[in-house]
């Protein structure tokens, strides 16, 4: 049986880092931070949905503190061919790397992810970022000279890290909470994909239905025919 394929293809990567940004998330972390001087809480999170490389889709959750205790969240579409959790993982970092950038405001981001914090740390301090190189490469040092010391602790988790715990002057269920809108951010991405990818999936199948219902009402009609012209 034919299957058709269930999350529409990812995006393209982008050709210059303003492209990955989703709309609003500079203004938000100039709002959040409120002086150049102040730093920001962020959160990012990756996740990945699919067990084959024809199906698997990633996505990307940012979410940030604001200065009355909201929090406000982002998703992304994870571009490109890497649609595994480490590469959405990677992918959110980058994001927010160039969000912070562009708004020129310094933060303590979180991730979950060990590989990618360390990596970060490397990328932040003008360590380079491995071939391919992504479009936002030229932003990590240009962060690390606006921040200083790479403020990127490994963030709590959901449970996976019992032990864990928040950075000196950081408040716990402060990050866990921003922590926690970032992976709903990147799971409702998934989500989304993956309806329009049901959607698709079900037209084709109703398509299929008809075009084999179509069929054997023919061959009905062919049997019928040959069965009255006595030459049966």
């Known amino acids: 049986m034919h299957m ?6 990812p995006p ?22 409120g002086h150049p001087e102040e730093k920001v809480l962020a959160a990012t999170d990756g996740g990945s949905m699919g067990n084959t490389f024809e199906h698997r889709r990633g996505s990307v959750g940012i979410a940030v503190l604001m200065r009355d205790g909201s929090i406000r969240g982002f998703s992304s579409p994870r571009p490109g061919l890497d649609q595994t959790s480490h590469g959405a993982e990677l992918w959110g970092l980058l994001i927010i790397t160039v969000a912070l950038v562009q708004a020129q405001v310094r933060a303590n981001v979180v991730l979950d992810n060990l590989a990618v914090v360390r990596r970060g740390r490397r990328m932040w301090r003008g360590g380079g970022v491995p ?11 240009a962060q690390g000279r606006v921040m200083g010391p790479p403020p990127l602790p ?9 032990l864990w ?11 866990r909470a921003v922590n926690d809108v970032a992976d709903e951010k990147a ?6 994909a993956w309806s ?7 037209a084709a199948t109703i398509a299929r239905e008809r075009t084999q219902n179509a069929l054997n009402r023919l061959r009905r009609g062919l049997q019928q025919q040959w069965q009255l012209s006595g030459l049966g």
């Open 4 to 9: 058709v394929r269930l999350p529409p293809a």
């Open 12 to 33: 393209p990567m982008p050709v210059r880092p303003v492209d990955v940004l989703p709309a609003g998330l500079v203004d938000t972390l100039k709002e959040a931070a």
């Open 131 to 141: 071939p391919p190189p992504p479009p936002a490469r030229h932003t990590p040092p």
């Open 154 to 162: 490994r963030g709590p988790g959901h449970g996976n890290f019992p």
């Open 165 to 175: 715990q928040a950075p000196a002057g950081l408040d716990p269920d402060l990050v």
């Open 187 to 192: 799971g409702e991405e998934l989500r989304r």
């Open 196 to 202: 329009a990818g049901a959607l698709a999936r079900a």
